[in-house]
């Protein structure tokens, strides 16, 4: 079961970076809408956020440079 959740978290096609000012935060998602969730978890202000999909373009970015 184990390896089943491992193989579908790396078959996901999108990643949430959060990358504020001490920490690193990456969530995985299986659908676009599902990344946008996501993200609006974290204030805009708390840091930022970029969206990729599954070869490392940046799909989508908010917050701080």
């Keep these: 079961m ?3 959740k491992r193989l579908a ?3 996901a ?3 949430v970076r959060v990358l504020s000012n001490d920490r690193t935060y990456t969530h ?4 676009f809408a599902d990344a946008l969730q996501w ?3 974290y204030p805009a ?5 970029v969206i990729t999909g599954r ?3 940046a799909i989508a970015e908010r ?3």
């Design 2 to 4: 184990k390896r089943l």
């Design 63 to 65: 917050g701080q440079a």
């Design 55 to 57: 070869f490392g373009r």
């Design 28 to 31: 995985k998602a299986h659908t």
């Design 45 to 49: 202000d708390w840091g930022r956020v």
């Design 9 to 11: 978290l790396t078959l």
């Design 13 to 15: 096609p999108f990643t």
């Design 39 to 41: 993200a609006q978890q």
